[in-house]
């Protein structure tokens, strides 16, 4: 096994950990632990600090400048050609160690914010290498890395430049301003391996882009395609960390990089976005299984909203919303379709077997209807919605001829959409919100107390707010024809019926209270302009 010499200079003392790490065939170290750097820069601070009750050490006997001459710290350099003395300068892994007791004889020991610190790494065999590389690293982190010119020059671009025939001496090399030693490090020792990828199978997605960085700045390029396929393979976990690689690889790609495959995964020409909502509209709308339609109705309707939010160049709306509006005719011709048939005066006489289909597809296209409702309302495009539900006349007027079991579902569409006006999520014209309320007011009044007691998801409150609400934004004429309507069906049905009583309130203000307070406004007003005048 060969060995790693931790060597780490603090406050005049040595102390020297050995740790075996991998050998490859060729007899060298390659991706060594990260555990070796963590623990060293944890360790960076001193092991024996002076406690406040322990007596102060005892005055050096010795030169202050002796004392100090182990305290330098190598000089930064952004990249430096060098030879072996420079080499044994800027890392001092081989001098001998000092035991402490010497170095409290010698010098008073300082205080631990300004005792200069310096951890240095070695890596690999000093013995049968040709070439030092030296990494200089933030906070005094030194890694000395004993290297093989052909190895290097034959992977990198960066190195094979640097050592080119023109400085054949060159025998120790330095990089300054390091920002990620131990990926250098990494990246280096898979120069020894002969499956790159192979080596990458253990390691995570962020530890992988780490690499194909500093790849990319020592021109490794065999390394950032074996990087470029694990990432092409292993699965990405989360948004956060396939962010990342999309991020990355698109930079690369900028580069000239090809990249091709990984990017397939979130890129596809195959088949055009609306072609393909449409048919994850049509399965959804056509599924006979209760459970499944009604989950996937509400992931359908989360990922369309996370689609609201994203900014406009990342998609066209309009294409979302035709879809959804060819599939909202297609339902609402099956549901007039099946109200004809289920109104038609044989069909009570049918056996339950022979209603039931026809039943069972008034709900599910009800229910597919509201839905779609619910997905336009989100995208604040249902105006086309309210005017296509207030004209149908036909449906209102086969609405009263079919039991209430059957057809309660479509008043909770019309529900659905006084309660969206309400909230203003919704803003059809005039025009439509009065014809929506002569079509479709009467026949929820009639299918209020089965919504009331048979349908779970029925908010009285919202609904009767939104009734209100969509009533009071009409001429106070409108207001007072459909008002006293309403007024005659409540005298007689109490809670069977709509409470529109906070609406009726404010309508009987406006036409009974606020012409008193205008025209006293308007005495008010003359009085004080004849006063004005005399004076």
């Known amino acids: 096994m060969a060995e790693i010499r931790l060597a780490r200079v603090e406050q005049g003392q040595t102390k020297i950990r050995n740790v075996p790490i991998a050998v490859t065939p060729e007899g060298f170290w390659c991706c060594p632990s990260p ?30 400048k002796q004392a100090s001459s182990d305290e330098r710290k190598p000089a930064p350099a952004s990249f430096r050609p060098g030879v072996g003395a420079d080499d044994q300068r800027n890392c001092g892994s ?3 160690s000092v035991s402490a007791s ?15 610190r310096k951890v240095a790494i070695e890596f690999g065999e000093p ?57 250098y490090v990494e990246t280096v020792g898979l120069m020894y391996c002969k499956d790159v990828k192979q080596r990458l199978i253990k390691q995570s997605v962020s530890r992988v882009l780490r690499i194909i960085k500093v790849a990319e700045f020592l021109g490794y390029n065999s390394c950032i395609q074996s990087s470029l396929e694990y990432l092409e393979a292993v699965p990405w976990v989360g948004e956060e960390e396939e962010e990342k690689v999309v991020s990355s690889v698109i930079r690369l790609r900028n580069e000239g990089v090809g990249v091709t495959p990984v990017l397939k995964r979130i890129s596809s020409d195959a088949n055009p976005p609306k072609e393909t909502l449409s048919h994850i509209m049509e399965l959804v709308l056509k599924s006979n299984e209760e459970r499944g339609r009604r989950e996937m ?99 209102a007027t086969l609405h009263a001829k079919l039991a209430i079991v059957s057809r309660y579902h479509v008043s909770c569409i019309t529900a659905r959409l006084f309660v969206g006006i309400g909230k203003g999520e919704l803003l059809p014209s005039k025009d439509t919100r009065h014809l929506l309320l002569q079509t479709w007011l009467q026949p929820l009044i009639n299918d209020y107390n089965w919504l009331q007691h048979g349908c779970r998801s029925f908010d009285r409150k919202a609904v009767e707010e939104g009734i209100g609400r969509t009533i009071l934004t009409l001429p106070l004429e409108n207001q007072q024809s459909i008002l006293l309507t309403w007024l005659g069906s409540f005298l007689k049905a109490g809670d069977n019926c709509p409470n529109l009583q906070r609406a009726f309130e404010v309508w009987w203000r406006r036409t009974f209270i606020r012409p008193y307070v205008e025209t006293q406004g308007n005495n008010l007003l003359q009085s004080e302009s004849s006063t004005t005048s005399k004076q």
């Open 127 to 183: 013995g049968t290498s040709d070439l030092k590389v030296i990494l200089l690293g933030k906070q005094g982190f030194c890694v000395k890395l004993s290297v093989h010119r052909n190895v290097l020059v034959e992977n990198s671009s960066f190195f094979a430049d640097k050592l080119s025939n023109k400085e054949p001496d060159i025998s120790c090399l330095e990089i300054d301003d390091c920002e990620d030693v131990e990926i």
């Open 297 to 395: 109705k509400s992931v359908v309707l989360k990922l369309l909203r996370e689609k609201n939010s994203l900014p406009s160049y990342a998609g066209p709306t309009d294409i979302c919303n035709e879809t959804i509006y060819s599939s909202c005719r297609s339902c609402l011709n099956s549901l007039l379709s099946s109200f004809r048939q289920a109104s038609e005066p044989e069909f009570a006489d049918n056996s339950m077997d022979g209603r039931e289909p026809v039943v069972k597809l008034i709900a599910l296209e009800a229910d597919n209807m509201t839905w779609l409702l619910e997905i336009l309302a989100d995208r604040q495009a249902a105006d086309e919605f309210a005017l296509i539900w207030a004209s149908q006349q036909e449906l």
């Open 102 to 116: 010497a170095v409290n004889e010698r010098a008073p020991r300082p205080k631990i914010e300004s005792a200069p």
């Open 94 to 96: 081989d001098t001998p």
């Open 35 to 64: 555990v070796v750097f963590q623990k060293t820069v944890k360790n960076q601070n001193p092991l024996n600090k002076t406690k406040p009750s322990s007596p102060p050490p005892p005055k050096a006997t010795v030169p202050k």
